[in-house]
């Protein structure tokens, strides 16, 4: 039976009920970590803040599942001694580190008599009571220096369910690391002996990340970048496996046996008016062997097929394109699509996949409304392959040194309303984690860094390709975007 509707007009409450700070089960001999030019900038960005539904059995009392949680918790903290400790500044050089002192995380346990697991998996919307779960709301990474570096919420719901949000400074980890920790914590939990996917903690000799430069802050401390009182829409779009392949296929159809695709995949032109467009663009035939670029007699460019478009790929450019038109955009105005790269296995040498703290950069992609509109879904998506393929070590050491010539935060947010910012991924682990319930019935985010433009990719609870796509975005784009037939099309629920 589908959950009753909630009044929209009121957030249901979600009580706190104790708060406990836990620190490691073994005294941390960590040495500092010193910020490096992956974690700096987020200093001005909020905690991280994910977490998972679970459907507890009732054979389960919730007193002792608590107790469990905790020492779990406390375990799981001392292989990862950084998530215990505090931020803290060098006074004489003005470099930033992690102390791993075991100060302690927050270990909150709060109730929602309101809410049962189908309000939360009910609807494709994102309800603002989900805020609830998690705390340190809206809080910016380099409170950190005072405040615990981690917090996690256990909410049990009134049909039994459990929600348990994590809440982690983003100066501290990126995604990978996050879901590292979130797997290791439910690991222990269901009393697995030997955690395999311990965390990397080595100073690499030559790791490109780190940096001598000092990040001046403006007094007092960092502001997030994006205007926290805008109003926003958000929803999670589902893409079944069918539809992603789908779509992966529309991106990558062959146009004639030759092997040579039109850039128009994947909408209707007109190629007279393509040409009125672009007529000062220079035509072109794509290399092939020996092949000169050449000019086609019907005004139309075509491209050799040269790579395969990944699915991850094709949705980003589905929605890229999507967003764009629902913004109804000059067709000038430039748009910038951005993806977080991860560095660790770009870098040589290379860093460990489990490397601990950030090691992300941001890739801006860049076209004018108008060539979104014409090109289609196929150029943006090769747009994004390019960009992504030419990402490495010396364009990871490229933007350090940029970033070091003028030392600042990150950037975040969409300053000039073109703008998309892609986050997290599907390849994450998210419902890989078992407290001893069974696997997740559902991911979701807090509040923390969202704004018009913002988006999260998630894996789906089905598995095999599927992809949840968490979207925020202005409520009168979102309503034009649900509206976009090419995009809907491909949308389960």
Known sequence: MPAAPLNSSSTPPVTLLSKRNVVPDQPSTMADLKLSASDLPMLSCHYIQKGALFSRPASSP??????????????????????????????????????????????????????????????????DFVNGF????????????????????????????????????????????????????ARVARGVKRIPCLPDFTRYGDNPLMSSAVLRLPRGWPCVTFDKTAPF??????????????????????????????????????????MGKQRNDPFYYSKNSNQQNKLLSNGVVLEEKEMEISSFQSLCALV?????????????????????????????????????????????????????????????????????????????????KDWE??????????LDGAS????????????????????PLAVRSGRANKFDGKMSAFPGREGGGTVDLEIVLAPETMAAIEADREFMQYVSS
């Open 62 to 127: 919730s007193s002792a599942s608590l107790l469990l949680l905790q020492s779990s918790l406390a375990h799981t903290l001392s292989l990862f001694p950084p998530l215990a400790g505090r931020l803290s500044t060098d006074p004489a050089t003005g470099h930033v580190y992690i102390t791993s002192n075991d100060a302690g995380t927050d270990f909150i346990h709060a109730s929602a008599p309101g809410l049962s697991a189908a309000h939360i998996l009910g609807s494709g919307r994102a309800p």
């Open 320 to 400: 890229w394109r999507a967003v764009a038109r629902a913004r109804n955009l000059s067709l000038t105005k430039t748009t910038t699509f951005r993806m977080a790269v991860n560095c660790r296995h770009r870098v040589e040498p290379k860093m460990d996949p489990l490397y601990f703290r950030n090691a992300i950069q941001s890739i801006p992609c860049h076209a004018t409304a108008g060539k979104v509109a014409s090109r289609g879904m196929r150029w943006l998506a090769e747009r994004l392959n390019e960009s992504v393929s030419a990402y490495d070590d010396a364009k990871v050491r490229s933007v350090v």
């Open 420 to 439: 998309m910012t892609m986050g997290s991924s599907p390849r994450f682990p998210m419902y890989d984690n078992d407290f001893g319930w069974g696997r």
């Open 233 to 274: 829409s958000e929803r999670i779009f589902r893409f079944s496996r069918e539809a992603v392949l789908k779509l992966k296929a529309v991106v990558n159809e062959k146009k004639d046996s030759a092997g040579w695709i039109g850039v128009g995949v994947g909408y209707e032109f007109d190629p007279v008016e393509m």
């Open 134 to 185: 998690f705390s340190h709301d809206r809080t910016v990474s380099y409170h950190g220096h005072n405040l615990p570096l981690l917090a996690v919420q256990v909410t049990e719901l009134t049909d039994g369910a459990v929600f348990i949000g994590c809440s982690v400074n983003h100066a501290v980890c990126d995604g990978t690391s996050f879901w590292n920790f979130y797997n290791a914590f």
């Open 405 to 414: 010539a003028s030392p600042r935060c990150f950037p975040l947010g969409n």
